[in-house]
């Protein structure tokens, strides 16, 4: 098993939409849980952290977090076509320093 | 500007030669990391460094050997390499305790061998 799973997409949705991103992991002692935006040739930026149970609002992100079921989530809403790029999922595991990523969602939005 | 800036942008070079890339940051953070980025995006740990201390090292060939002099700068460097060493790789930097310090990346050098 994979230490932080992500569907690869790519995950289509229509301008305006929301967009639903998930992330499981299977360190259970895991505290930090990053998602990071990957434009095509850039590098990865950090859009959302989130390290309790349950939800964490900035603007149209919203992270989830569920401990017990290892599980984060990132939704986008009012999807815009800026938003299309690899979403990635990222959890600390084994120690606070080190930051282990899943393979990435591709977001596709169309207009 | 405050950054993780990372030299060079682009490497090409033929198997078998010895490269180096130099990364450096000065947002005041004390641990340092090397990650790689293959075709399919994959971004993978190499290692990492805290105040010039070696605190993280993955499966990773001794071709690659890191070198960090202090802790604004963490450079790496690969012997022989190998057609399959070709991948982005990234430069990041954060604070030890990754829980209210997350990693800021550096802009990655894509290195590609043939």
């Known amino acids: 098993q994979k230490e932080v799973e992500q569907n690869s997409g790519p995950l289509s949705v229509p301008e305006g939409a929301i967009a639903s991103l998930n992330c499981t992991y299977s360190d259970r002692v895991s505290q930090s849980f990053f998602w990071y935006r990957q434009y095509s040739g850039k590098s990865p930026e950090l859009i959302m952290s989130i390290y309790s149970n349950g939800d964490k609002e900035d603007g149209r992100f919203t992270a989830q977090l569920n401990k017990a079921s290892q599980y984060v989530s990132l939704l986008i809403r009012d999807s815009q076509p800026s938003d299309s790029a690899t979403y990635l999922c990222a959890v600390t595991t084994g120690t606070a320093s080190k930051l282990t990523f899943g393979t990435g969602t591709r977001l596709q939005v169309t207009l | 500007d405050t950054a993780v800036s990372q030299t060079p942008k682009y490497l090409v070079t033929q198997m078998g030669n010895d490269k180096s890339i130099k990364c450096e940051q000065n947002l005041g953070h004390d641990t340092m990391y090397w990650y790689k980025q293959d075709s399919k995006k994959f971004l993978k740990i190499m290692f990492s460094?805290?105040?010039?201390?070696?605190?993280i090292n993955e499966t990773v060939p001794n071709r690659f050997s890191p070198k960090s002099p202090d802790k604004a700068h963490l450079n790496l460097h690969i012997n022989s390499l190998e057609l399959g060493d070709s991948a982005v790789y990234f430069c990041a930097s954060s604070h030890r305790d990754l829980h209210n310090s997350p990693l800021h990346f550096g802009n990655g050098t894509r290195l590609t061998v043939t």
């Open positions: 460094y805290n105040n010039k201390e070696l605190i």
